[in-house]
C-alpha cells in the first residue's frame, strides 16, 4: 500500500511519546503579536519564538506526491483521479533532513503503523494500531463533507482504504510539528480541530504544486510507449517551484532492465517514477502557507539518470474515477 512507498532518505531519530513538543500554556499564543520567522532560521528557536507560531521542531517542510497507476481497491470504488499527481503528504523534518515519526502516541490514529516502533528499531516505543473510528469521521463529525469529498478524490492510498492513509499520515508526521502541538488551540479547543487544519493544510500545499500539468507544459506525459531522462523531469519541476524537488522512483533498477543491461550500464537507479517531494521553509505557521522553496536536501532522487530510463506510465483506465 502507499504506506509502504514511504521509503526514508535520511535515518530517523529517536523521540519519545508525549502530549506535546515543548508543554506550551494553553495561553497567550496570539500569533499576529509574533515576530514573523522563517522556520530553520537562526531566530527559529524555541526560546526565543513561542513554538505555536513559528515552526520549531519540524521547520523543513516537504509537500509530497504519489504517481501511481491502480489503487488495487477498483472493486469498492477507490479510484485515481485523471490527469494529476496525488496527495502523499506534509511532513515537518528537521533542518538537518532527518525526521522523527509518531510524536504524540495521545493522537495515534494509524490503524497499520509503519514502522510499528517510534525509532523504527526493535527497541523503540511500540506504536499501538489504532482500532477506532476512521479518521474521514472526524471530518464528517465536523460536518466538513466537502471536504472529506476532496480528499476522497485527491488522496488516495493503495491497497487499504483512504481513510487508514491519511490517518497515518497524522499520526506518523502531523503531531512532530510544534505548531500542530494541542495547547496551541487554547482553552476551547474541540477534539481533532487540529487533524482537520492538517488535511486542510495538506491540502494547500499540494494545491500550488501541480506536477501532473508542469510536466505537460514540458510535455512530459504519462505515457506506456515512451520513456524520459530524470535530468528532463528534474530539472522542469525545478523550474517550476524554483528549487530542485527530490523525484522518487519505484521498480526494477536500471542495471537490471533489458535496456540497462545492453547498455551493460552500472545506474542502480529504479526506473518507474513514482513520488515527488517539494521542500521549503515556512515563515511563521505552516498553516498560512507563506512558504520559501528549497533544494531537496542530501540526495535528490532514487531514480535512474541514465538517457530515457525512466517510466511515467499510463494509469489503468479501469482504476481512473469515473470509469
Ligand atoms: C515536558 O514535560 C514532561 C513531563 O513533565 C517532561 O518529561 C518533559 O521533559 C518536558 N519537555 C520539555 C521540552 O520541557
Ligand atoms: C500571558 O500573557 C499575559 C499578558 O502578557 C501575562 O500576564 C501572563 O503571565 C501570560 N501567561 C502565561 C501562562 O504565559
Ligand atoms: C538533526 O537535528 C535533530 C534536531 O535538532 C537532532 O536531534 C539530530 O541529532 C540531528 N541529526 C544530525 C545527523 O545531525
Ligand atoms: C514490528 O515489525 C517487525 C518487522 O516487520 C516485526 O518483526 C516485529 O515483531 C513487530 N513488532 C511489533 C511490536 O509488532
Ligand atoms: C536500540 O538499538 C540500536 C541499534 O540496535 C542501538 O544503537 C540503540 O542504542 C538502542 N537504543 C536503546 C535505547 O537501547
Ligand atoms: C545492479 O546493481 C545492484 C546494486 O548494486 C546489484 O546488486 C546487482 O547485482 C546489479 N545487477 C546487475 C545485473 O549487474
Ligand atoms: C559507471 O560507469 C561510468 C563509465 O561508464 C563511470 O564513469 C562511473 O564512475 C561508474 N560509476 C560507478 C558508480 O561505478
Ligand atoms: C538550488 O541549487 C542550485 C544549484 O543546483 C542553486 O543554483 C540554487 O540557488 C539553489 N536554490 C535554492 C533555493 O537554494
Ligand atoms: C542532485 O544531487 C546530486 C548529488 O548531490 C547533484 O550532483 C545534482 O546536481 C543534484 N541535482 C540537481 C538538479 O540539483
Ligand atoms: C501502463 O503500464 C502500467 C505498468 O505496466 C500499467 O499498470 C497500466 O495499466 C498501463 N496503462 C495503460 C493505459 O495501458
Not at 264 to 275: I, P
Request: hydrophobic residues 30%; contains cysteine.
Amino acid at each position: 500500500m502507499a504506506l509502504k512507498k514511504c521509503v526514508a532518505l535520511a535515518v530517523a531519530v529517536t523521540t519519545t511519546a508525549q502530549a506535546s513538543l515543548y508543554n506550551e500554556t494553553k495561553v497567550n499564543h496570539t500569533c499576529i503579536l509574533d515576530p514573523l520567522v522563517l522556520s530553520c532560521s537562526k531566530q527559529a528557536q524555541p526560546n526565543l519564538v513561542d513554538t505555536c507560531c513559528t515552526e520549531t521542531y519540524g521547520g523543513l517542510l516537504l509537500s509530497t506526491q504519489f504517481w501511481s497507476t491502480y489503487t488495487g481497491l477498483e472493486d469498492q470504488g477507490q479510484k485515481l483521479p485523471a490527469d494529476t499527481w496525488t496527495l502523499h503528504g506534509l511532513w515537518p523534518d528537521f533542518c538537518n533532513g532527518s525526521y522523527t515519526q509518531y510524536c504524540d502516541l495521545t493522537r495515534q490514529y494509524d490503524p497499520t503503523p509503519s514502522p510499528n516502533t517510534t525509532n523504527g528499531l526493535p527497541n523503540g516505543t511500540v506504536v499501538p494500531p489504532y482500532k477506532g473510528p476512521n479518521v474521514g469521521t472526524f471530518v464528517s463529525n465536523f460536518g466538513r463533507l466537502d471536504l472529506l469529498n476532496w480528499m476522497n478524490t485527491y488522496w488516495i492510498n493503495q491497497g487499504a482504504p483512504n481513510s487508514d492513509f491519511w490517518g497515518h499520515e497524522f499520526s506518523k508526521h502531523a503531531t512532530c510539528y510544534s505548531t500542530f502541538d494541542l495547547p496551541c488551540y487554547g482553552p476551547n479547543y474541540v477534539e481533532h480541530q487540529e487533524v482537520i487544519e492538517f488535511f486542510e493544510t495538506a491540502i494547500k500545499y499540494y494545491r500550488r504544486l501541480p506536477t501532473w500539468s508542469w510536466l505537460k507544459e514540458a510535455n512530459i506525459t504519462p505515457s506506456n510507449s515512451t520513456t524520459y531522462t530524470l535530468g528532463d523531469i528534474q530539472g522542469q519541476l525545478a523550474k517550476k517551484f524554483k528549487a530542485t524537488p527530490y523525484v522518487g522512483c519505484s521498480g526494477p533498477r536500471y542495471n537490471e532492465t533489458e535496456q540497462g543491461m545492453k547498455a551493460k550500464s552500472n545506474d542502480t537507479g529504479r526506473t518507474v517514477v513514482s513520488e515527488v517531494w517539494y521542500y521549503m521553509h515556512a515563515y511563521g505557521r505552516p498553516q498560512e502557507g507563506n512558504t520559501v522553496p528549497v533544494n531537496a536536501t542530501g540526495s535528490n532522487t532514487s531514480c535512474a539518470k541514465a538517457k530515457g530510463a525512466l517510466h511515467y506510465y499510463e494509469v489503468t483506465p479501469s482504476s481512473v474515477q469515473g470509469s
